[in-house]
């Protein structure tokens, strides 16, 4: 009887070990998904296994570092906080976290004379068509396009080395136009050079850089991690796309933006960035949708983003500041992409550059420009240019649709358009050279080097089709609209891959 009374409470003590067991194993899953939504990451892409994390993909690795940066220039900085570490014992001392002057996560405050400065990336820079390379090109707001401009000085500072490299700034290219709007409450995109030639360490990627300005041996109030994509080739020529700050916040675009992904895959495009502002601005499912992309196979690639709003003073100027602002985007995702892409293009969800004709996807299209140098002037002496640009034509939504394709495929029910092509100043979109081009706008590149002006490639070649309506409306009916589904060539591959992912989002 005591025997059968003591496996009892055994057994009843194995139960209470357990239930203790699995309320543990249920609090770590839950404060794993707590610190993940605290960097802005889904719960799902945390483990607490670090054998497991190590089989990740490497651009799902990616992703989760893309949410930590200033967390881990914080640890970066604090690290060698207690190191000392200077020129000659008092000139230009490693950067403190404390003194940096931080604003909307992203951007570090300074001041150069009378000029503001918003610091908001780096880049290590060692193309060959590029001035003074090596070189790091920092990509920062400022609030001044006319000056004065005070001297300023790069501090350079490479891993485990207790010296900096103090450079003077060469140049800035500011990424905007006077005439597109400004105003002392606007700040404007601009990039400053850092070069790193003739340097006895030049061949080394720096770690880190501050701006000081007068005194190169002041101490810093920024730090930038120096950004370096080393390249990782599968193909001869790869492209990737960059797509502004994401802005959907009463509107489910799932679906159209499952259609737009699996064309640009089609066409040749191996990765998307797109800049996730984060909170109300996607609607859940929209926000599902694209985080399934970006975990799954790594295709579309999420960073988080603030825009920088309100500074130097609340702006009065709400459109000019937001096309500011985009541009900022635009110039960090060409130069995240410059090494591993040979072409970037800048698309909005309702854009597709299209191949014609018997070409049928971007390298196809390249090769055949590429071949062709002289397809827009046949007495030109180019060998290569910046960037291959297309002309604008409207597929308008009111225009007569075409229902066979399934209902959720608006590209492929949308085909006609209107007549005639808008000219080559207005509204192109082009595949820009990573090799080339040093900074871009929305529509065209802004700078180059070493490389003829953008090719206005022949509407015969390729067209950007636009899935909007036109600011001209009287072309809706004069000249009479024309049906135009080349589209339709990726039409069956199209909808198999949308449906596929469909079935993988359980739809």
């Known amino acids: 009887m005591k025997v059968h009374m003591f496996l009892r409470w055994v057994k009843i003590l194995a139960w209470l070990i357990l239930i203790a067991v699995m309320v543990k194993i249920f609090s770590l899953e839950k404060l794993t998904a707590e610190n993940a939504h605290s960097h802005g990451l889904p719960a799902k892409m945390v483990s607490a296994d670090p054998a497991s994390r190590k089989t990740v993909h490497a651009s799902h690795r990616h992703k989760y570092e893309l949410a930590n940066e200033p967390l881990k220039l914080k640890q970066l900085l604090d690290a ?25 996560v992203h951007y570090q405050f300074t001041v150069g004379g009378n000029v503001t400065y918003y610091m908001f990336g780096a880049y290590y820079d060692r193309r060959h068509a590029v001035e003074n390379a090596p070189s790091i090109a ?21 891993e485990d080395n207790d010296t900096p490299d103090i450079v003077e700034m060469q140049h800035q290219q500011v990424a905007w136009y006077e005439v597109w709007g400004n105003g002392p409450d606007l700040v404007y995109p601009v990039l400053l050079n850092c070069p790193l030639q003739g340097s006895p360490r ?40 960059c ?13 159209r933006w499952m259609e737009w992904l699996e064309l640009m895959r089609l066409l040749g495009a191996e990765r998307v960035t797109a800049y996730d502002l984060g909170g109300a601005t996607l609607t ?15 295709f579309l690639q999420l ?23 985009e541009v900022l985007i635009y110039i960090d995702c060409f130069y995240r992409n410059m090494y591993e892409f040979d072409y970037v293009a800048i698309f909005d969800v309702d854009e597709v550059i299209m191949p014609l ?27 290569a240019y910046a960037s291959y640009c297309f002309r604008n034509v409207y597929y308008p939504q009111n225009l007569t649709v075409d229902e066979s394709p399934p209902r959720n495929f608006y590209m492929l029910r949308h085909v006609r358009r209107v007549a005639e092509h808008l000219d080559a100043n207005s509204a192109v979109k082009c595949l820009h050279s990573t090799h080339f081009v040093t900074s871009v706008h929305n529509h065209f590149p ?62």
């Open 357 to 383: 004709g018997e070409l049928h996807n971007w390298p196809q299209l390249v090769q055949h420009l590429e071949r062709n140098s002289t397809l827009a002037a046949p007495d030109s002496a180019c060998k």
């Open 446 to 507: 802004m700078s180059w080097r070493l490389a003829c002006a953008p090719l206005d490639v022949p509407t015969s070649v390729g067209q950007m089709q636009h899935y909007r309506e036109p600011d001209d409306k009287m072309t809706l009916e004069q000249p009479t609209p024309v049906r135009d589904d080349n589209i339709w060539r990726f039409r069956d591959q199209l909808i198999s891959n949308v449906l596929a992912k469909r079935r993988e989002l359980g739809r």
């Open 284 to 298: 859940a499912n929209t926000r599902r949708t694209l985080q399934h992309y970006a975990q799954h196979d790594g």
């Open 138 to 158: 920092i990509l920062a707001m400022f609030s001044s396009i006319p000056g004065p401009f005070e001297p300023a000085y790069c501090q350079v500072w490479y």
């Open 243 to 255: 797509v502004k700050d994401l802005q959907f916040p009463g509107r489910d675009m799932s679906e």
């Open 80 to 104: 060698n906080a207690q190191k000392n570490w200077s020129r000659d014992g008092n000139c230009a001392p490693y950067p403190r976290h404390k003194d940096l002057h931080i604003v909307n």
């Open 303 to 325: 960073r988080p983003h603030t825009l920088l709003q309100g500074h130097p003073v609340p702006t009065i100027n709400v459109e000019a500041s937001k096309r500011l602002n």
């Open 202 to 241: 030049s061949y080394r990627v720096p770690q880190l850089v501050s701006l000081v300005f007068t005194d190169r041996c002041a101490r810093a109030t920024n730090a930038l991690r120096v950004v370096y994509e080393a390249p990782q080739r599968s193909r001869a020529t790869r492209f990737a796309v």
